[in-house]
């Protein structure tokens, strides 16, 4: 069974440029996360999808990122215009959806984000 | 607002002896409590995790981990350590309620084992 994937696995741009980060969930699975490790800080929630909705963006640090989730499959993040704050590492999980859902995520490899 | 602390950055211990790795955290109400581990060019892998039971939970690859209620701590232990455990390990907390929910991760700390 594949597991999740994410791409790129490296990004570099420059500031004021757009990018586009997309998440493969493994197949199945109901529940997509988005997570942010920046500068070798804490891994960072940033947003939970169940299918094709949006169950909690609180993370969502500001209106230049925006999730999508289109017919409950892959995800796409996007960054527009990106900053140079945004650099860190973009990871996304997924898990099914039991309920209560008090299990494990399983995680991507991470995308790797620079903006110079 | 829940909260997870690794107060070390970086562990070193020799192959073959026991290894901790600390984390406290801070959660209203009952917590759902993680080990993840990191290799390096890995996505994150699950280790461990403590719902409810027992506070010695068992985990992949020889870890375990005690959770201790009075000093809200879950750290992570492995009795004999190896080189290939050499990797980034984060602990996480879950709320059980609304955004809550949602994972809570430490800073990360890294596991140096020396041959």
């Known amino acids: 069974e594949a597991g999740v994937t994410q791409f790129p696995s490296h990004s570099v741009i420059e500031k004021g440029q757009t990018v586009t980060l997309r998440c493969d969930p493994i197949?199945?699975?109901?529940?997509l996360y988005w997570y942010r490790r920046v500068m070798g800080k804490e891994i960072k929630f940033l947003l939970h999808?169940?299918?094709?909705?949006?169950?909690?963006e609180s993370g969502m640090p500001n209106n230049r990122f925006l999730a999508e989730r289109t017919g409950g499959t892959y995800s796409t993040l996007k960054v527009q215009p990106a900053e140079l704050e945004d650099s860190g590492v973009y990871f996304c999980?997924?898990?099914?959806?039991?309920?209560?859902?008090?299990?494990?995520?399983?995680f991507g490899e991470g995308s790797r984000l620079t903006v110079l | 607002a829940q909260s997870v602390a690794q107060p070390e950055d970086q562990v070193n211990v020799a192959e073959g002896n026991p290894l901790t790795v600390k984390c406290t955290y801070s959660?209203?109400?009952?917590?759902?409590l993680f080990w993840y581990v990191q290799y390096p060019n890995r996505g994150l892998q699950f280790l461990l995790k403590?719902?409810?039971?027992?506070?010695l939970v068992k985990g992949s690859y020889g870890f375990e981990a005690e959770f201790n209620k009075s000093q809200t701590s879950f750290h992570l232990k492995k009795p004999s350590a190896l080189v290939s455990d050499s990797a980034l390990y984060f602990c996480?907390?879950?709320?059980?309620?609304?955004?809550?929910?949602?994972?809570?991760f430490g800073s990360g700390t890294q596991l140096t084992v020396l041959p």
């Open positions: 999980a997924s898990s099914p959806w039991t309920g209560r859902n008090t299990g494990e995520l399983f």
């Open positions: 197949s199945g699975h109901d529940n």
């Open positions: 999808f169940v299918k094709e909705s949006k169950q909690d």
């Open positions: 959660v209203s109400g009952n917590p759902y």
């Open positions: 403590y719902i409810t039971g027992d506070n």
């Open positions: 996480a907390v879950r709320g059980p309620s609304g955004s809550a929910r949602q994972l809570t």
